[in-house]
C-alpha cells in the first residue's frame, strides 16, 4: 500500500478561529492526502465553506463530523466523507484496511 504524505498544517493558519479550526485543518490535510495534493485547502479555507448558521452548532466555534462531511460536499473533486463510530480497533482495522481515518486535534 502506497500512502501519499504531503506537509502536515498546523490549524494555527492566521485565520479566524483559528484556535478553534482542529476539524476543518483536519479534513484539509485529509484531502490534500486522500487527492495526492490535489485538492490543497487550510483550515481558514475548508471553515469558510460552511457558514456559522449552517453548522450544526452555530453557538460553538468547533465543528461536529456533520460540519466536516458538508464542508467536503461543497469541495469539488473531494471523495465522500462517511461518518462511522465505533471503538479504538476498529480505528485500527479500518486504517490498516487503506482507509484514511479523520482524528480532529492538533
Known sequence: ????????????????????????TTLGNALRSTTRGVINLTGGQVRALVDN???????????????MRLAASRIQGAPALVIRTGDWAEVQLLRGLGFYVLLPGD
Open 53 to 67: 448558521a449552517d453548522e450544526t452548532n452555530p453557538t460553538t466555534p468547533g465543528w461536529s463530523l456533520e460540519d
Open 1 to 24: 500500500m502506497t500512502w501519499y504524505l504531503g506537509a502536515h498544517r498546523s490549524q494555527y493558519d492566521g485565520s479566524p478561529l483559528a484556535n478553534q479550526n482542529c476539524a476543518p
